[in-house]
């Protein structure tokens, strides 16, 4: 991996192993040509000595910096466009950089926006950009309160297709993983409880990729479209979450509930220009 101040690249082939993991940790088949949409969060991982690493788990330096004095960092949402599905057994370039950094006065105090850009190559064709949001807030500023059912949720249309997911404290182990995620929030009682939550955080893409999973399976796909999704509440504790279409039903979008009915997460998704890339 070669990286600078600004921009990060790294290059390797993408193998099956990943994708045989993440199928078996989602309980569906193990792709064999290429990798379905968003599954690529699982390669061309930034992959530090531990040396490098934080107390919390996040690194002391890359993009996204590290929070500052009294900061903490939380992943917000992001957006992925998907030109292709990138191919197994052929080498791969993701090149990262900041996209954007913008400033928010919060309910809970000053709030800090960075969008990180990756773009993901191969065979000379930019086949993915995937933009993250990531916040940096206050240390003493409260975590959103965890609730039960949002007023005024409508229920879920039987005919729609929906997704479950059990999580419990091994599978979340397991994303960390495969994502090389050591944010402790995900597998630390201690640690999370220090942060605000009252148990452990289930991943905010591990939400996301099952909305994705939503498109893919009921055949809908994500190749030639923009997918976007923001985490509106946390998820906390072992549980068996729902994902469903939006109420515009699933060309509109997804949303994930959590074993409370609450909302955590949302999508939409939108068609992009397949000229360019």
Do not use: C
């Amino acid at each position: 991996m070669s990286e600078s101040a600004n921009v990060a690249v790294r290059t390797e082939v993408i193998g099956h192993e990943q994708a045989e993991a993440l199928a078996h940790l989602l309980g569906t088949e193990v792709p064999e040509y290429s990798l379905p949409p968003l599954w690529h969060w699982t390669y061309l991982l930034d992959r530090r000595p531990h040396a490098d690493l934080g107390p919390d788990g996040h690194p002391t330096f890359g993009i996204p910096a590290p929070p500052g004095p009294g900061r903490k960092r939380m992943f917000a949402g992001g957006t992925v466009s998907t030109y292709g599905e990138l191919i197994f057994g052929r080498p791969a370039t993701r090149t990262t950089s900041v996209a954007a950094t913008r400033e928010k006065q919060g309910r809970t105090g000053p709030l800090t926006f960075v969008t990180v850009r990756n773009e993901y190559a191969q065979d000379g064709r930019i086949l993915v950009v995937d933009e993250n949001d990531i916040v940096y807030r206050s240390s003493d500023s409260q975590v959103p309160a965890v609730s039960g059912p949002a007023a005024g949720a409508d229920p879920l249309p039987a005919s729609d297709p929906s997704l479950t997911l059990t999580v419990d404290e091994a599978l979340l182990f397991r994303f960390s993983a495969l994502t090389y995620n050591a944010h402790r929030i995900h597998y630390d009682h201690t640690w999370a409880r220090m942060e605000g939550y009252t148990d452990l955080v289930v991943h905010g893409p591990l939400q996301a990729l099952m909305m994705g999973e939503l498109h893919r399976r009921a055949g809908a796909g994500l190749v030639g479209r923009m997918f976007s999704y923001r985490l509106v509440s946390p998820m906390v504790g072992p549980q068996t979450f729902t994902v469903a279409a939006a109420q515009g039903g699933l060309d509109a979008g997804a949303e994930v509930r959590d074993a409370h009915d609450t909302t955590t997460a949302v999508s939409t998704v939108g068609r992009i220009d397949p000229v360019g890339y």
